[in-house]
């Protein structure tokens, strides 16, 4: 019999970015990471008004797909699962794109739901902090949508996908060059509560959650940026990212270039552009959820998709 663990590589197109995880999976354990390949496609800068990706963009995303194929026979992947999230999800021209990647490099892109990608995430986190974290909330702010999810077990209660993404309220609330005046932020926050307020009644109606959790590249830069340890310390380490720290840097943000932006601690360039909006959506989440903090999950969509990929029923954590 083979032993060996089932080598998985899972593609992830994204607003931003194409991104290919490898890893070997074996039940029982956490999966392993192998390689991360990732390439900036920028699907949702390039998407018109009438919903349509740009030609070079979807140019952009060939050549990544192209090159995580390549990447996935090179380290001897068993299996690659590639999908798309709300970029090209929502697009007027979804068929198209696919239809021409397909063409090009043999690969049939699959798309998750919201709340798929809601659930897949509260799974990953749920197995990375355990049963002992109780009744959790999950947030992850995306691109082009944002999620929550709640519940007590291994699969969510809850599960939402809002049309808050950073990338999606930036292009649509906010002006394309900073300063970003108060009223102009006060209108997005108040948009971003009023949101929340009426989709997440069910949550708020919820026992309150012992743990409070957030994903994504987002949370974790707003909360690098707030004083969290970088990278580096690694993944065992707490991060967290507290209500009063963001609100404290809210006005800055919104003042800033995003060239001053990326240079802040733990903004990256290619998210200066989006992190005001992602700051809002955040403050928002806690303010309406009653949260006074948000712990930093360092596992998020990509393995969800591994575990679920895997079926492993029992959590495991650091």
């Known amino acids: 019999m083979d032993d060996a663990p089932l080598r998985l590589g899972v593609l992830d197109i994204g607003s931003n970015s194409a991104h290919l995880r490898v890893a070997d999976l074996?039940?029982?354990?956490?999966?392993?990471?192998?390689?991360?390949?990732?390439?900036?496609?920028?699907?949702?800068?390039?998407t018109d008004r009438h919903g349509v990706i740009g030609r070079p963009a979807v140019g952009r995303l060939i050549a990544a797909v192209r090159e995580a194929v390549a990447a996935a026979a090179a380290l001897g992947v068993a299996e690659l699962v590639p999908y798309a999230t709300s970029a090209l999800r929502d697009a007027a021209n979804r068929a198209d794109v696919t239809a021409e990647v397909r063409a090009a490099t043999g690969v049939e892109l699959g798309f998750l739901t919201g709340e798929r990608e809601a659930r897949l995430t509260f799974l990953a986190a749920r197995a990375w902090y355990?049963?002992?974290?109780?009744?959790?909330?999950?947030?992850?702010?995306?691109?082009g949508s944002m999620e929550l999810a709640y519940?007590?077990?291994?699969?969510?209660?809850?599960?939402?996908?809002?049309?808050?993404?950073?990338?999606r309220l930036t292009r649509h609330?906010?002006?394309?060059?900073?300063?970003?005046?108060?009223r102009v932020r006060r209108a997005l926050s108040a948009h971003v509560r009023s949101v929340l307020t009426e989709a997440a009644v069910g949550i708020a109606e919820r026992p309150?959650?012992?743990?409070?959790?957030?994903?994504?590249?987002?949370f974790t830069q707003l909360a690098r940026l707030c004083g969290a340890p970088k990278a580096k310390a690694g993944p065992f380490r707490e991060r967290r990212l507290d209500r009063r720290d963001l609100h404290r840097w809210i006005p800055r943000l919104a003042k800033l270039p995003d060239e001053e932006r990326a240079r802040l601690r733990g903004v990256k360039a290619s998210r200066a552009h989006q992190i005001l909006a992602g700051a809002i959506v955040a403050e928002g989440v806690m303010d309406v959820l009653g949260l006074e903090s948000l712990d930093i999950c360092p596992w998020a969509l990509r393995e969800g998709v591994l575990l679920d990929r895997l079926g492993s029923a029992a959590p495991f954590g650091p």
Request: charged fraction near 20%; hydrophobic fraction near 40%.
């Open 173 to 182: 609330h906010l002006p394309p060059r900073p300063p970003v005046r108060g």
């Open 130 to 143: 355990g049963w002992s974290a109780g009744p959790m909330l999950l947030a992850d702010i995306g691109g």
């Open 208 to 218: 309150a959650p012992v743990r409070a959790v957030a994903t994504s590249k987002t």
């Open 26 to 46: 074996d039940p029982g354990l956490p999966p392993l990471p192998v390689r991360s390949v990732k390439r900036p496609v920028r699907l949702a800068e390039a």
């Open 151 to 167: 519940g007590a077990g291994r699969e969510p209660e809850i599960a939402l996908s809002l049309p808050l993404g950073a990338g």
